[in-house]
């Protein structure tokens, strides 16, 4: 019988990332957390998991290094494809905290309803950009979209 298919801990290389800011640097560890309580994670050749997820980049282009037990493999995809998406959910999420303080329900209710939509679209672009390399459901895409958003903002 193999083991579960899902990430048991994710690294984020410092090293090869933009500097985050404090904020930031939260932001990664609550959509780390949040990936690693809950996800499916199928690397297309595994037998079985639990696997580890190390981010960097490579030339301008997000990694993607995936070990298992018996199974590693790297993944490079380039994000330009979902540049739009990352920059727009960006500035949805600055305008949702800003209605947050200060904004009737209504608004803060349209403006949510827009993040989420964007929200979705970033994870089925991701979820896109890995397939035929990595299967994973839609709730894990979106944790994952999370966490690539945090990955890239800049302060």
Same mark, same amino acid.
């Given at each position: $019988?193999?083991?579960? &298919? ?53 030339? +301008? ?13 790297? &993944? ?5 494809? $979902? ?29 949510? $309803?827009?993040?989420?939509?964007? &929200? +979705? ?14 299967? $994973? ?19």
């Amino acid at each position: $019988m193999s083991a579960p &298919h899902k990430l048991s801990s994710i690294e984020i290389d410092a090293a090869t990332l933009p500097a985050p800011t404090a904020e930031i640097e939260h932001q990664r560890r609550v959509a780390i957390f949040d990936l690693v309580e809950a996800n499916s994670f199928t690397p297309e050749g595994a037998e079985g998991g639990p696997y580890t997820l190390r981010l960097s980049s490579q030339d +301008n282009r997000l990694a993607f290094d995936i070990a298992g037990p018996d199974f590693a493999r790297t &993944h490079v995809l380039s994000l330009s494809p $979902m540049k739009t998406v990352i920059r727009d959910y960006a500035l949805i999420c600055e305008s949702y905290y800003e209605a947050l303080r200060g904004s009737s329900p209504s608004q803060i209710e349209s403006v949510d $309803m827009g993040r989420r939509g964007l &929200h +979705n679209e970033g994870a089925e672009l991701l979820k896109g950009r890995l397939e035929g390399k990595v299967e $994973m459901d839609k709730e894990t895409a979106r944790r994952l979209f999370t966490l690539v958003c945090a990955v890239y903002r800049r302060g």
